[in-house]
């Protein structure tokens, strides 16, 4: 099944409903930074948690990033995901792994540690929307969740599964589920809701055990008046470097810098932290930034 987001309501527009599907996006995130089992769900939890996030965006180019920062030996997360569907990230130590926890579990929440979780909301216009909380339990769900109705006051709800095997990520995804305020003063409502997530096993196995996401809105929503969006979007793991951005970002550095790998190393070499693309310049390629800094230094007198 291909990665994909779909939105629904229910409860007359008073319940905002969004699921995604990660599978493919999350494996291709494993392979690229050769993440460990821990990393790949910890890393996988907080791309689909950006992209449900920046579901509810309108402004065309709008993106959220999620940094996690904690005290654990995974060190830090940071995803960037946009409207379009599209989502890149990394953590600091890709090749940490724990034990299970005590439910038997990927120990996430062990990886990721006690500190705080950082949302940046770019709404495609004017200043960044940016907000802090405290990791409530560095399992990315809690803690989203808890951004949610700390920073915007909104109830919400968030499940986000990755489940790993030997040959890699056969099922990630996740649901988020908000309820406004036009439906927040029905008590029953809101008790219903929450018993009903509070009672799901875990998202990957609603995808094991083969449901869809419309199949899984159905059950939880169905006798509330869901009603799904006809569109599905297509999610995928993207990351927008280049060659020529890398250059850009070497020629930064200064003539003085650049001189020096020339002669010291003979090049250049960079590598993406979001999606392990490694760049090579050439003597040539420095030389030729020398050059246009030259020229426009001269152009300047």
Not at 147 to 175: D, R
């Amino acid at each position: 099944m291909a990665d994909q987001l779909i939105r629904a309501t229910a409860a007359s527009g008073g319940i905002r409903a969004v699921g995604a599907i990660t599978t493919r996006l999350t494996e291709e995130a494993r392979v690229r930074h050769q993440l460990s089992y821990v990393a790949t769900a910890a890393l996988g939890r907080t791309m689909t948690a950006g992209l449900l996030m920046a579901s509810s965006m309108k402004r065309s180019g709008s993106r959220v990033n999620i940094r996690v920062k904690g005290d654990g030996p995974l060190g830090g997360i940071l995803i960037d995901a946009g409207l379009d569907g599209t989502v890149r990230g990394y953590v600091e130590n890709p090749s940490v792994e724990l034990p299970p926890n005590s439910k038997g579990k990927l120990d996430v929440g062990g990886a990721v540690g006690k500190g705080f979780l950082y949302v940046v909301r770019d709404v495609g216009y004017g200043y960044p929307y940016s907000s802090t909380v405290e990791l409530v339990s560095g399992e990315i769900g809690d803690d989203v969740a808890h951004y949610l109705i700390s920073s915007e006051q909104t109830p919400s709800a968030v499940v986000l599964g990755v489940f790993v095997g030997a040959n890699g990520v056969t099922a990630a995804g996740g649901l988020l589920v908000q309820v406004l305020p036009k439906a927040a003063r029905d008590e029953a409502l809101v008790e219903t809701l929450e018993s009903r997530v509070a009672a799901l096993s875990g998202f990957t196995p609603l995808l094991q055990a083969g449901k869809s996401l419309t199949d899984i809105f159905q059950d939880l929503l169905g006798d509330m008046g869901v009603v799904l969006f006809p569109e599905t979007q297509i999610l995928r793991f993207h990351c927008g470097c280049s060659f020529d951005r890398m250059l850009g970002a070497l020629k930064m550095l200064g003539e003085a810098e650049l001189q020096d790998m020339i002669v010291k190393d003979n090049g250049a070499e960079a590598t993406c932290h979001f999606c392990g693309t490694v760049y090579q310049a050439s003597r040539d390629d420095l030389a030729q930034l020398v050059a246009d800094l030259q020229a426009e230094a001269s152009a300047k007198v």
